[in-house]
């Protein structure tokens, strides 16, 4: 935050001011060097690159900038640079690195004694202003530009305070000497022996370009690569009995391509890395990304998918009619990406791997926030401008476009002084981060090529990562996969727990059990595969076998979803799928006509114009990003190409139009193998070990959702005894034992202090051995809530109330002069009513975000069967029925002077407002009560967007055993039956008993225990009963 200076404007300015030459200089680092001299080259500009950094002289620090004058000296000043940020500050650290490069002492620290210290050539006095005084050093005109603008000279200030956290006044005022000058102005400014010194120092720079040649190490001295690919590839196809003419034919393909393009090493490299993995029983997924379409990939084991027999293009990865850089993605588990970094660099050497530099920018509610307060504004006022901040580019299209902004802003003076300088610190650098998975490896010391900085398990670049790549070094992707650590804990839990090693690349994408789950929607916890609607989806697509789950992870996505209901019924057959032409039917068959990956586009451009698939990928990749003169060039193409293959021009027109419609959104097919395949490997576990997968699952954010999953399939909550309670929820036995760990309130030193220190016998013997630090009421209380101490006193209550007198008991007889007798001494309780089973299954519920104690209307639920619609279900203006208790009840009165009232209810998950208009409460007023539990009916309506129910009526339930038990004779009094159990609404399952078929039924109604209603049924019932 040291300068306003974007690179592009600054050279941009300068060249309109006259100048031919121009140099950069940042203070301790050289971030933006490389992208400079891109530039500056590109706008027929010469570049200078230099390097401004203190350095110890006789214990002074004394200011310096390093002038880069070759190409070697470039690297030597990355050599400088790089030994400054790993803390080499005196001269004689890097006095071996002088060579070619310039060194510009400012005038004000350029006395004799420094000057003498410091080599006899290329060293100049620095000037930032015209002087008389001579040195005994050649002189330079040596002007800082922090801002292009006078104008900008605030804006400097306002950057320079937002990184100190000091507030500014909002009348700025700061001496515009740092703007850029022009170079004529600069010219009349010093003497001409400066001038002509500085002409000379700058007509002995020049820095070759950079040809971006690979620098990858050489993976193996003994043997060249492209022939250890080769080795490796053919041993792998014989292994795997694929020694046929299709594969070797894609082999050598690929290969050569490989060759011809220079990556034989990086495919190596990244195969020992993952093979490292492999040794060390680290699973690393079976690809993702297009690499999944190499065969090469696959040989070398750094996929684990087959593109020949599925059907996966090499050219949507690797294409030589377009140059690029591969993208193998490397991905791990996020808890060994560590173990895995320290094999490459003790692989490579230290000296030549690293990790990649990346920027965070100013965003727009960034840079609002923080200008914001450095003006001093709260943070509510602040919160409160922000969030009319939407989603435009820029600060700027956002004021133009909303009104609420814009009226805000212009009624205060302050806040619009706060937006302006918003706009112009807007996508500026803010800090400097990591790149989260980019990795580079170079053949040499690294900074022979670039400077790098320390970081905390790799040296970190000072180049962002398209600089590092146009330089020629290839940045790997080392990418941490949190599904992967789950995947592999799964597989190790299965063979501590069941003594079965499973193979993950082994197991069967096909496996039936495992996609049952995937027909049944019972796809929680499943990497891509959890969001309600895909899970809706997936019940009505029903996939039978792997390349369902692949389609279904494409075609639910923005787009292409539009086709998901034709896709469903052209799959189930309940519509004739009618392909666009003969020729290209086998291509959209998998999929029912309908395009919906990218490699179908290119199979198309293949067999209907005649394009090679490199070709073809430009043609695809063209479309997508509606590249003019290729675009233009590439369509005359495809409809020159399917003329000569027999087409009509209509035909072509009309399959190129399909083309550049389903290009926007197609999905690359190798990468949905991928997800695809991680997917069905988490559910196998799902599947075949639920407890497992629950188990390792449960660590997630999705915890409480995971746990009602689990306990829809079976598995029931174990009481949280402080005896048996992990660290971690467990499953065993059909069980879910809630972990410590989920307790709030409970630190992770006391659970670990609980696991090393129990079995306990009581409340009173743990809180005796209890260090004195956790004898509180406030850390005890949770534990007796949740019901830790149930297996000896399940009266909670007593044991809460009682709780501060026995924390004094046992700290009485925990000192020496009582020790000796403690054990023998028992605390007297005095008694309390206990809680109810509704204020348990709250505390639980508050405490672990699930209860142990079923609450009363889960037992309700259950006797109802489900004839009511969940609060998180509902729907504005649907009719329901829910099932609730009373909470809160707040009477409000009319200006009628009419009685009306306002609920607030809960179904245990989800809260709701209900409303009784006055009509409706006075005939119910009787039956409403706090914390009781109901069935209100009513209409869901949307105010100030929450929902809320309109009640037009309510029935009191409780959970009961008795049921009312009806014997009928015929049944044509059914209907008359049904209408008089509707006047006796309440709590009450009805059961009727056919005499002539023997056999019951469980009617929908519920009806009050009265003997009116007995009275009723008389002449329609043979019997009742209620019991």
Known sequence: MGSTVKLADYLTAAKALGYQTLGISDIDN????????????????????????????????????????????????????????????????????????????????????ILKQLPK????????????????????????????????????????????????????????????????????????????????????????????????????????????????????????????????????????????????????????????????????????????????????????????????????FLNPERASLPDIDIDMPDNKRADILAYVKNRYGSSHVAQIMTFSTFGMKQSFRDVAKVFGMTEIEISHVSSMIGRSD???QEYAKNNRLRAEIINDTRLQTVFNYAQKIE???????????????????????????????????????????????????????????????????????????????????????????????????????????????????????????????????????????????????????????????????????????QEQIMQVAQIFAGFSLGRADLLRRAISKKKGDEFELLRAEFISGSLKNGHSQDKASEIYELIERFANYGFNRSHAFGYGALAVQMAFFKAHYPDVFYEIMLRDSKRLALLNDARAVGFTLAPAYINRMP?????????????????????????????????????????????????????????????????????????????????????????????????????????????????????????MGIAVTEHPLMAIAKQRQGNFTAISNLVANQKVTVLVELTHLKTHRTKAGATMAFLNVTDTQDVLDVTLFPEVYHHYLADISEGTFYLIMGKVSERNERLQLVADGLVKVEATDKKVWLAIADTSKNKRIAQILSEFPGNLPVVLYNETTKTTQLTTSYVNDTELLLKRLTGYVTKAVIR
């Open 394 to 396: 820029t600060l700027a």
């Open 121 to 316: 050539e290329d060293v100049y006095v620095g000037l930032l202003k015209p002087t008389v005084q001579e040195f005994s050093r050649p002189k330079i005109p040596f002007l800082s530009v922090k801002y292009l603008d006078p104008a900008d000279a605030n804006t400097l200030t306002i950057l320079e305070h937002i990184k100190n956290g000091i507030k500014v006044d909002e009348s700025l005022t700061v001496a515009h000497s740092e703007s850029l000058h022009a170079a004529s102005t600069v010219s009349e400014l010093f003497d001409q022996k400066s001038l002509q010194n500085l002409d000379e120092l700058v007509s002995s720079i020049h820095y070759q370009a950079m040809d971006g040649s690979l620098a990858l190490p050489t993976f193996n001295q003994d043997m060249a690569a492209a022939t250890e690919l080769r080795q490796i590839a053919t041993a792998f196809l014989e292994a795997e009995q694929k020694v046929t003419p299709t594969y070797l034919e894609r082999l050598e393909h690929e290969l050569t391509t490989i060759h011809e393009m220079g990556f034989d090493d990086y495919f190596l490299i990244v195969a020992d890395v993952l093979r490292y993995a492999r040794s060390e029983n680290i699973y690393t997924g079976m690809g993702r990304g297009s690499a999944l379409g190499s065969l090469v990939a696959y040989a070398l084991q750094i996929t684990g998918v087959d593109p020949v027999a599925n059907s996966l293009l090499f050219e949507r």
């Open 427 to 597: 996508g500026m650098p803010r800090q400097k981060s990591v790149h989260a998975s980019g990795v580079v490896l170079a053949a040499q010391d690294l900074t022979n090529y670039l400077p790098i900085a320390p970081g905390e398990m790799l040296p970190i670049t000072q180049f962002e990562a398209h600089d590092v790549e146009a330089i020629g070094l290839i940045k790997f992707d080392f990418l941490s996969i949190k599904n992967l650590t789950y995947i592999n804990d799964m597989r190790d839990l299965v063979k501590a727990r069941y003594d079965k090693l499973i193979n993950i690349n082994q197991i069967d994408l096909n496996d039936q059990q495992t996609l049952s789950l995937f027909r049944e929607g019972q796809t929680l916890g499943i990497f891509q595969f959890e969001n309600p609607q895909m899970m809706s989806f997936l019940r009505q697509l029903k996939p039978t076998e792997f390349s369902d789950v692949v389609a279904a992870t494409s075609i639910f996505r923005p787009g292409p979803s539009a086709f998901i209901p034709e896709f469903i019924k052209r799959r189930h057959g309940d519509e004739v799928v009618i392909y666009p032409d003969s020729t290209i039917s086998h291509i959209l068959k998998p999929t029912y006509g309908i395009m919906i990956f």
């Open 30 to 113: 050289l971030h933006a060097a490389h992208q400079f001299m891109t530039l500056a080259l590109g706008m027929g500009i010469k570049p200078v690159v230099s390097f401004e950094t203190t350095c110890v002289i006789d214990s002074l620090p004394i200011q310096l900038s390093f002038i880069a004058k070759t190409s070697e000296g470039l690297s030597n000043l990355y050599r400088i640079s790089s030994k400054k940020n790993f803390g080499f500050h005196t001269l004689s650290d890097i006095a071996s690195h002088f060579s070619d490069v310039a060194i510009v002492v400012g005038s004000d620290y350029a006395v004799d004694n």
């Open 727 to 847: 660290y971690y929820d467990k499953l065993s036995d059909g069980q879910i034992v809630v972990g410590m760990r989920a307790i709030k309130g409970l630190s992770r030193e006391l659970a670990l202090w609980i696991l090393e220190h129990r079995p306990f016998s009581s409340l009173q013997a743990f809180i005796q051995k209890l260090p004195d630090n956790f004898q509180k009421v406030a850390i005890i209380q949770p534990l007796i809530s949740i019901g830790a101490f149930d297996e000896f006193e399940p009266n909670r209550r007593k044991l809460v109330e009682n709780l501060a007198k026995l924390v004094d008991f046992s700290a009485v007889f925990q000192t020496d002069l009582f020790a000796t007798s403690a054990s023998n001494l028992t605390f007297a309780y005095t008694e309390y009513e206990d809680y109810s089973p509704a204020e348990k299954y709250q505390m639980e519920f508050d405490l």
